[in-house]
Structure formats: structure tokens, C-alpha cells
């Protein structure tokens, strides 16, 4: 038997973008749909651990804005990742706030995205006060290529940290 949607999710959750926003929000709107993927960690001293997961984005916020769900491994299995990004497109700055958080690693960062000619950078702080940049890359219909990166200081060279390899499972 299907779970009505509550209140608060029929009001979080739009079907469209907004119409003083649409073009604005193309650079991320590709994205609305459920996305698996193939997860590659690069940890320290160059060992790798790779995993399987799942994305979700949909319009929020009467289409304002964009919001997401990073889950890993994919469900059912016990999550080791769990979080979501809100996306805010902002004409003052001609770019978009993103505001990730992770509750169950306590992993929180605070970016602004913008498009890179054909990828989209998002660049800022986590909660670690280390810079972080994620970009999304190799961008088609059906898929693109995740990475995260850091370093501690403008003179460090940046250290991959994940890649996630996404396809689409619905349109």
C-alpha cells in the first residue's frame, strides 16, 4: 500500500523549476532524476576502496532550488554515507550556494558552483577548514564523472579524494 506524501514533503518538493528562475537553473537542472553509481576513494598513500551507491535530485523550495541525496552503499544495505546538498542559484553573484551535509559523518561544506565551460566547479570550505572543489565533469543525458577534492592552503596542490561514476536510472 503506497505511504501518502506528508505535508511537509508535498510542500519541500516542486515538479518544475520556477519561472522567474528556468534558465538560471539549468546548470544543475540536468540533473533531477536517480542517478547509481561506482564510488572510488583515494586515501592516503594511494590505496583506493570502491564502492556502489545512489543519487536522487529533485526541484525544492516552489523550484528555487535544488536538492539531493548522496547515499552509499545502495539500499538496503546499511549506509556509510548518508547526506544532501541544497542548491541555490543567486543572480547577485551570478552563481549558486551549495550547502552539503553529512549527519552521519558529521561532514558539513559550504561552496559556490559555477559553470567551467563544459563542467560545473564548486568551490569552498568543509568542516575541517580544508578547501575542498567538487566538480562534475564528463556531463551527458545519461551520466558524468564526480570529483572531490582538497588541499589545506592556496599553495598545496589539490588531492583527489572520491570519485563517483554516476549513470541514470530514471528520466
Excluded at 1 to 29: E, H, W
Excluded at 72 to 86: E, I, Q, V
Excluded at 161 to 167: D, G, K, N, P
Aim: a negative charge; hydrophobic letters at 35%; aromatic letters at 12%.
Amino acid at each position: 500500500m503506497p505511504i501518502a506524501m506528508s505535508p511537509f514533503l508535498a510542500a519541500l518538493g516542486s515538479d518544475n523549476p520556477s519561472a522567474d528562475r528556468t534558465i538560471d537553473m539549468n546548470l544543475y537542472g540536468w540533473l533531477i532524476g536517480s542517478w547509481d553509481m561506482n564510488t572510488v576513494r583515494h586515501l592516503d598513500g594511494g590505496a583506493i576502496l570502491k564502492s556502489t551507491g545512489e543519487c536522487h535530485f529533485g526541484w525544492v523550495l516552489q523550484g528555487r532550488a535544488i536538492q539531493d541525496l548522496w547515499i552509499r552503499p545502495r539500499r538496503p544495505a546499511p549506509s556509510t554515507m548518508y547526506g544532501t546538498t541544497l542548491r541555490i542559484f543567486d543572480p547577485g553573484i551570478g552563481g549558486w550556494h551549495i550547502i552539503w551535509s553529512d549527519p552521519l559523518n558529521q561532514d558539513y561544506s559550504r561552496q559556490i558552483g559555477r559553470a567551467e565551460g563544459k563542467d560545473i566547479v564548486q568551490i569552498g570550505e568543509d568542516s575541517r577548514g580544508l578547501q575542498a572543489r567538487w566538480c562534475f565533469t564528463e556531463i551527458t543525458n545519461d551520466s558524468f564523472h564526480w570529483i572531490g577534492e582538497e588541499r589545506a592552503a592556496d599553495s598545496d596542490p589539490w588531492r583527489m579524494t572520491y570519485e563517483h561514476f554516476a549513470r541514470r536510472t530514471n528520466p
